[in-house]
């Protein structure tokens, strides 16, 4: 049987249905935006057994968290913009609940006009392995026009907050005893666009010792339809 081929929509070795990862617990974070619209971004931790999803982890770790992001980046968002809650969930079975926080939102402290809904700041995920493809991402919505810079790039300020803001999820995320990684599901092996044989691949997990804002240019998660 020939392998799947890449084309230019269409990742070969892309597995189709939900993916598992032996291990890996999946953090969820929800917003929602000054026009109504939610959105959210992940990050994953390790497991080393000590950790049990549950909606009372999800609670401790959004009430941890939504505490920096208030210091960190509420001056930066709109008013209009709340942090609503967090999620946990074991991604060892695909059948594995996701538990999500009950406890109160926080919401953004700025006045200055909201920015494009579609405009987001990325931290990049680094992780011990190279190769195209290989680290993370995670994007933040719902600022304010006093994070953006003249020329329309990311101000210095947006960028420092939310670099401290990734060291305050790993901080709190090593509280419950999870090692911050870019979880990395399995792939079928599959021939790439320049013709090139590519391997299947095991799900795993690469440690992740960084997460930073690598640059000043405003990005968009276009399959949200902001």
């Not at 960028?159 to 005893?177: H, M, P, S």
Request: aromatic residues 8%; charged residues 15%.
């Amino acid at each position: 049987m020939a392998m799947p081929t890449s084309q230019r929509k269409v990742d070969g070795g892309h597995i189709p249905g939900p993916f598992t990862i032996p291990n890996c617990i999946e953090v969820r974070f929800f917003f929602t935006l000054p026009n109504q619209k939610t959105c959210s971004t992940r990050c994953f931790g390790s497991n080393a057994g000590a950790f049990v999803p549950s909606a009372a982890i999800a609670n401790q770790l959004f009430d941890a968290i939504k505490a920096h992001w208030t210091t960190r980046l509420a001056g930066l968002m709109s008013q209009n913009t709340h942090f609503t809650a967090l999620s946990v969930r074991d991604m060892t079975s695909s059948t594995n609940a996701e538990w999500r926080s009950t406890t109160a939102q926080v919401s953004g402290a700025g006045t200055e006009t909201p920015m494009p809904a579609d405009a987001n700041i990325v931290l990049t995920v680094e992780c011990n392995e190279r190769g195209r493809g290989a680290k993370g991402r995670m994007y933040f919505p719902g600022w304010t026009t006093l994070a953006n810079a003249a020329g329309g790039t990311v101000a210095a300020a947006a960028q420092a907050g939310l670099n401290g803001f990734a060291n305050d999820i790993r901080t709190e995320l090593n509280a419950v005893a999870l090692q911050w990684v870019v979880a990395k599901p399995a792939r079928q092996a599959y021939t790439g666009l320049t013709g090139a044989s590519h391997d299947a691949r095991l799900a795993h997990m690469a440690d992740s010792p960084s997460a930073v804002v690598q640059d000043l240019e405003w990005d968009t998660q276009r399959r949200r339809g902001l």
